[in-house]
């Protein structure tokens, strides 16, 4: 079965930091891989989506980027975080549209 | 731009109760899912809807899909505390490259004893 992991769960940062958070899924070959924040109280938010190995499409402008060195593995960065990046941030898989998206349990990024 | 509109954001109800929960979108698209999410947690999918007039139901939710007047419902019926949490609809539309989807801002139901 296919399972997807997500790391960490939760990050305090400091303004200015770096960032990086990891996303990997087993169990499923080629999967389409996508990052959403969440603000509080809100709904989903598309980042990034890839549906191959370097090949990343970004949806908002702003200061995060994407990679994906290996199929099943998706890194969101940043090199300097802001305030107003603080959020729930979640990572997805699919391989068909017939089936939905499967979510990842998500990172909690405060900013201090 | 696909927009996804879900009414109501929230929503308090009894006990033993009926009530829907509707999502419209603006443009034409040919899958509708459905997701839950309990507070601090991710995204549960609950349903996908593959074409005009899908019915699916899961216990005392039941979804729909009407493709021409753009509309999906989630009617949930005899409400019980556990399915207290936020719903969100999304439909599916073919990116560039990709096949995405555009979320709801999300109905938070909660269920009153």
């Known amino acids: 079965s296919q399972t997807i992991h997500q790391w960490p769960a939760t990050l305090v940062q400091p303004v200015g930091s770096p960032l990086s958070l990891e996303c990997t899924v087993e169990?499923?070959?080629?999967?389409?891989l996508y990052w959403y924040r969440q603000a509080a109280g809100r709904g989903l938010q598309l980042l990034f989506y890839?549906?191959?190995?370097?090949?990343i499409s970004s949806e908002v402008p702003q200061n995060l980027s994407a990679s994906r060195p290996q199929d099943r593995q998706f890194i969101l960065s940043s090199k300097k975080l802001l305030l107003s990046d603080s959020g729930f941030y979640l990572c997805?898989?699919?391989?068909?549209?017939?089936?939905?998206?499967?979510f990842g349990d998500g990172t909690r990024l405060s900013i201090l | 731009e696909l927009k996804v509109e879900q009414n109501p954001l929230f929503l308090s109800m009894q006990e033993g109760k009926n009530y829907t929960i509707y999502c419209n979108y603006s443009?034409?698209?040919?899958?509708l899912y459905w997701y839950r999410q309990d507070p601090g947690k991710s995204l549960e999918s609950l349903f996908v809807?593959?074409?005009?007039?899908a019915v699916k139901q899961e216990g005392r939710l039941m979804a729909s899909l009407d493709t021409k007047a753009r509309l999906s419902t989630l009617h949930i019926t005899a409400a019980v505390h556990d399915l207290s949490a936020t719903y969100f609809c999304?439909?599916?539309?073919?990116?560039?490259?990709?096949?995405?989807?555009?979320f709801g801002k999300g109905t938070k139901l909660s269920v009153i004893p």
């Open positions: 997805a898989w699919s391989v068909d549209r017939d089936q939905p998206q499967h």
């Open positions: 169990g499923t070959s080629n999967p389409n």
């Open positions: 890839s549906v191959g190995i370097g090949q």
């Open positions: 443009t034409t698209s040919d899958r």
């Open positions: 809807l593959l074409s005009n007039g």
């Open positions: 999304a439909v599916g539309f073919a990116g560039a490259g990709s096949y995405q989807l555009t």
